[in-house]
């Protein structure tokens, strides 16, 4: 494995050294939002981990191979190219015998934390279960990832495009524990409550430490979703966001987009008829799930 495993220095020193690593994702660049906001905001979710004592280290897989950790090009050529792939599982082996410029998805991005002995992944929104899944079937496969992947996922819950009740019955099904952190709901990505309780509510950053430490001593398998609110000033009104991600959906289904090309779709239409706040409120939750996580892998490392 280590030969399609490149580290950067400052993953190497972090290694080297025991420093807590959190891993952030790529696809958020190169597919969730448009330049330059989107390099702006990987440069800013690394300063705030690296502010808050850990080591940032965003994945993609470049020339081959996957990097744990990017340097500033590598971070604009994501930024900036027209012909990134977005890597999920099925993905791997042919994006990178094909030496393609590969963004990881949170599923993949897991599988490379792990793959690099990184506990730590920081995200907006996992993916879930799609509204119409009587029909299509189409379910993501972060959802399959998190139930056997051993990766720690802070986020502000499931992207509001999908069906977040039934994403959350699919992840009590496979025992994979929902925390959240100072909330008894699952968010709604962009607003704090779905109306969904969660079974385990954490009011410190150190029990949740706690608890990942108990998990990990137990060997039991598979992640654990931190469940992050965004924040009151930044959330977005209920009924107002539902409407819209409403007519984003018909727009999909007038159009036949479906698959893998669905979720940077529909948050692209979504941006569009909110006038740009949507990205404002995605931006800052992803920045407040940065502190978070950062913290949280600062304080399991205490434990040891």
Known sequence: MNE??????????????ELPIVALE??????GMPYPQNIEMAERCEDIVRENGAVPAT???????IKIGLSKEDLKTLATAKNVAKVSRRDFAAVIAEGEIGATTVASTMICAEMAGIKFFVTGGIGGVHRGFEETMDVSADLEELCKTNVNVICAGAKSILDIPRTLEYLETKGVPVIGYKTDQLPAFFTRESGLKLAIRKDSLNEIAQLINAKDALELSGGTVIANPISEDDQLDKDYIDSIINEAIESANEEGISGKEMTPFLLSKIVDKTNGKSLEANISLVFNNADIGS???VELSKLF
């Not at 399609?4 to 050294?17: D, G, T």
């Not at 790529?26 to 597919?31: D, E, L």
């Not at 994945?59 to 191979?65: D, L, R």
Request: no cysteine; aromatic share 6%.
């Open 4 to 17: 399609y495993l490149e580290f950067s220095k400052e993953v190497q020193e972090a290694i080297k050294n």
């Open 26 to 31: 790529s696809t958020i660049i190169s597919h």
């Open 59 to 65: 994945i993609a897989i470049m020339n081959g191979k």
């Open 295 to 297: 913290k949280l892998a």
